[in-house]
C-alpha cells in the first residue's frame, strides 16, 4: 500500500493510479514517518546537474555522442565500499576510454549506482521446500535471506537507501573530480587487472596509444581541463514510487519538480503501463527519463510514451532503452524505430543487451550468454544501420569484480564455473573482462557504423 504525506505537491498525482511492483508494508504509519523523514532530506543530485545530463542526452539523441550506462542488477547496502565501487567506476572508465578512442565518439557515462536498490519481480512469492514467502525486491525492500523476518518488507530501508546512495554518489563525486579518473590514469586503472586477462592486454595496448596521443597534445602545450576530471551521472529505476516522491522537490530556480534521488531514472518494462502511476509519476519530473521497451512494445505504445513523457519533443528528455532479446530485436525494433522516426519525435536509442536474454542453467543459476548479448548489440547496430537512424548507446548490468555470472567472453566462463563466484542478488551481470570485450566490440560496431 502507498500513503498520501504530501497531497498538496503537485507531485502526488500518481498516487491516485495503479501502481505496479510496490510492496506490501506491513505498517502505513511506519511507512508514513518514513516518507516524512526523507522529505526532509536534502536532495542527493542537483537540479542543474538533471539539466546538464539531459544536454548530454540531447547530443546522443541528435547522433553526436554515445550513451556508456551501467552498473549492477541490484546494489547492496553490504557492498557499499570503497573497494567495489572504485572497481565498478574503474570499469565503466576503462569501457569509456575504450569507446571514446576506439569508437572515436563523445561517450556519456552513467553508472546504474547511488539508487539501483529497488527490482520488480515475476512473480509476488518465492517457494522453497514448501515455504513461500515474499520474494527478495532488493535491499530498499527487504532482505535476500529466505526467512520470514528478513523478507518482510522494512520502510526502515528506504532511509538505509538514501544514506547507501548519498555514500557512494560522495565517492564517485570524489573519484571523479579528484584526480583518480584522469585520462593520465588510464594505465593505473588496468594495474591489477593486464597480466591475467585477454582483454586486459587489449586495453593496455590501446591505453599505451592514449598515451602517446596525450604526450603529443601536451608537447604541442595542449593540456585540457577536461581530462582531468570525468563527467559521471547516477540512474536508477524509480520503481518505489513512496521513496521517489519524498526525494522530488521544486526547483528554486525554475519552479520545476525534479526527482532529486538521481540525475536520470528509468521506468521499467513492468511497470511502464499508460495508465499506471509510474508513468504519471514520470511525466511530472524535468529529469531525463529513460523507458525500457521489451519485445511486445508496439508502436503505438512507443507513441503514447512519447506523447505523455516528452509532449515537447525535447532532445535529451527521453530515452528508450530497448530491451528484446538476441532472438527477436531484428524482427521486433525496426517498426517502433520507424513509426518514432516518423512522428518528428528524438529520443534516444539504446540498447539493453542484458534482460531479454535470461534463462536459467541446469544448475538453477540465472545466466546469459556473452554470445546472446553482444548478438542483440549487432543487431540493434544493425537495424539502426538499415534505417539510417543512431544507434545511441548500451545499458548493461555489470560489476567491477571477477564475478562467475555470465557465460563466455574471451577469458572463457563456462556454465560449470556459474557456482565459483556467483554473487548477485538478482541477475546475472557481466564481470570486468567481460565488459571490457563488450566494449572493444562495440567500439568496432560504431566505428563500422
Ligand atoms: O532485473 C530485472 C528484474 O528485476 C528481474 O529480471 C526479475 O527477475 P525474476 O524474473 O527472477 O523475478
Ligand atoms: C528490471 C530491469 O529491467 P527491465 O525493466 O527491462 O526488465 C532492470 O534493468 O533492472
Known sequence: MTVNANPDAGVNTWRDLPAAQQPDWPDPEALRDVIAELESYPPLVFAGECDQLRERMAAVAKGEAFLLQGGDCAEAFDAVSAEQIRNKLKTLLQMGAVLTYAGSVPVVKVGRIAGQYSKPRSKPTETRDGVTLPSYRGDSVNGFEFTAEARTPDPQRLKRMYHASAATLNLVRAFTTGGYADLRQVHAWNQDFVKSSPSGQRYEALAREIDRALNFMNACGVDPEEFKTVEFYASHEALILDYESALTRVDSRTGNLYDVSGHMVWIGERTRQLDGAHIEFASRIRNPIGVKLGPTTTPEDALALIER???????????????????????????????VTASGAQVAWVCDPMHGN??????????????DVLDEVKGFFEVHKGLGTHPGGIHVELTGDD??????????????????????????RLNRSQSLDLAFLVAEMYRDQ
Do not use: N, W
Open 309 to 339: 513523457l516528452d509532449p515537447e519533443r525535447e532532445p535529451g528528455r527521453l530515452t528508450f532503452i530497448t530491451r528484446m532479446g538476441a532472438d527477436r530485436i531484428r524482427d521486433a525494433l525496426p517498426t517502433l524505430v520507424e513509426k
Open 403 to 428: 564475478v562467475t555470472e555470465c557465460v563466455g567472453g574471451g577469458d572463457e566462463i563456462f556454465v560449470d564455473d556459474l557456482h565459483q563466484r556467483y554473487e548477485t542478488a538478482c541477475d546475472p
Open 358 to 371: 535470461t534463462f536459467e542453467a541446469a544448475s538453477g543459476h540465472k545466466t546469459r550468454r556473452f554470445d
